[in-house]
């Protein structure tokens, strides 16, 4: 089969690669680019493992094929810490215990920086919402909630 | 393996290339992309349109057209279509709706399709590259159709009078145990003098409750005056049996759940005083 390109900016920095036409993006990334942070766990878009951010919108790249992509800004897990230093939402995850596997730990952050990139200071019940398509088997997810409240907490205590 | 994807520019195109066999079209990739993961070898290869219409909502004089490739969240954030939050917001969870298209639902199975549910209580219209069908034709004709549906129209219903209810295990997001869309109009003193009610996951697709439906022209919204609707609410229906609920449970539950929407005690439901 002729592979054809694709291009696109991953956490701002451009790429472009030649795929196999019909490549979910999670394969792209994973397997052509090396981003490992989109994990594919179930594949259908029960899991929410393998989320992403494309163009400021939370999609799920196992069902997302890479040709759709071209031309898009995708922001993946392990593009948000700058310079050795975490995001404040990896720094919360940690902090609160809010990732035992780690499995679920990437989309929950990208479904959770959607969140906070429109709504700063979210309420608990919007938090419970914004995860609600990614599912964690560990944490019972009390944590993960706590953990972005207390994200959302420092960055309005860093923007006052 | 990969399956190509063959990206055309008018709907018109895409069509003639949608009649290879073994070609699916592809919206927002939910369900096919789905079927392919899941290793459906029926799946060939994808074929999509970027027709700009497709895209598009447009409300005017009381009518709405929304394109086939619109999103859940598109419609769910539209300033004019506030009666549909609750459907559009029905569907799956963030990603999901992000990604999950107006013309997709039309053919999701049963449990999925929440929004066709409210589309058919809307008595919309279908549109295909072939001609336009009432939704409930287009229903009975799904499995076989080979035309890209290009858009939805309906009249939108006056304020209050559009009500849908989901009923799932898991909140916020869970797979419907069943969905629930009516439009009601009432008459000066109360009674109903219109209703179109619509069900989901009572079939293999989404169907009307015509018994109930009829049982209900003349009565008040009231507990003794939805007692004959609820009492025929499951006439005509075959709900299946599936991980979520099974097909016995859907059937008990159904008029309870009915009888919570007619009365408006379903919680954040906007309902006319």
Redesign the interface.
């Known amino acids: 089969m002729a592979k054809v390109p694709v291009q696109f900016t991953l956490n701002g920095a451009e790429k472009a690669e030649f795929i196999d036409s019909g490549t979910t993006l999670l394969h792209a990334l994973r397997d052509k680019i090396g981003d490992t942070s989109p994990k594919g766990g179930c594949h259908q878009g029960t899991c929410g493992a393998c989320s992403v951010i494309i163009d400021g919108e939370l999609r799920l790249s196992c069902l997302t094929l890479a040709e759709t992509c071209n031309g898009a800004a995708i922001t993946t897990t392990s593009g948000l810490s700058e310079g050795g230093v975490l995001h404040p939402l990896q720094r919360a995850f940690l902090d609160a215990f809010a990732t035992q596997c780690g499995f679920c730990t990437p989309g929950m952050i990208m479904a959770a920086k959607v969140l906070l990139d429109h709504t700063p200071n979210p309420s608990r019940d919007e938090v419970v919402e914004a995860l609600s398509g990614n599912i964690c088997r560990c944490t019972g997810y009390e944590p993960i909630i706590q953990a972005v409240l207390t994200a959302a907490r420092s960055n309005s205590q860093n923007a006052a | 393996m990969?399956?190509?994807?063959q990206?055309f520019s008018t709907v018109k195109d895409a069509n003639a290339a949608l009649k290879a066999t073994g070609t699916r079209y592809?919206g927002?990739?939910?369900l096919v992309?789905?079927a392919?993961?899941?290793g459906d070898v029926s799946i060939s290869?994808?074929v999509?349109s970027t027709e700009p219409s497709q895209s598009a909502i447009t409300v005017s004089g009381g009518t709405v057209r929304i394109g086939a490739s619109v999103t859940m969240?598109a419609i769910a954030r539209h300033p004019d279509l506030g009666t549909l939050t609750r459907a559009a917001r029905a569907v799956?969870?963030?990603?999901?709706r992000?990604?999950a298209t107006v013309g997709g639902n039309l053919f999701a199975p049963t449990p999925y399709g929440d929004f066709t549910v409210a589309l058919l209580a809307l008595d919309a219209t279908v549109s295909t590259d072939g001609g336009d069908l009432p939704i409930e034709t287009f229903l009975a004709k799904r499995d076989g159709s080979h035309a890209i549906v290009t858009s939805v129209g309906f009249a939108l219903p006056p304020q209050g009078g559009f009500r849908f209810l989901k009923v799932s295990r898991i909140k916020?997001?869970g797979i419907s145990v069943l969905s629930i869309a009516a439009v009601l109009e009432q008459a000066a003193d109360g009674t109903v003098s219109a209703a179109r009610i619509a069900l989901g996951c009572m079939a293999d697709r989404p169907m009307r409750a015509k018994a109930a439906e009829k049982a209900l022209l003349g009565r008040k919204l009231t507990s003794d005056g939805i007692a004959p609707a609820l009492a025929v609410a499951s006439e005509g229906t075959s709900p299946t049996t599936d991980p979520i609920a099974s097909a016995w449970y859907r059937a008990q539950v159904l008029p309870v759940h009915l009888g919570r929407l007619l009365l408006g005690q379903v919680a954040g439901m906007e309902t006319k005083a």
């Open positions: 990969a399956l190509a994807l990206t592809l927002g990739g939910t992309v789905r392919a993961n899941e290869s994808f999509r969240a799956g969870g963030p990603a999901i992000n990604m916020p997001k």
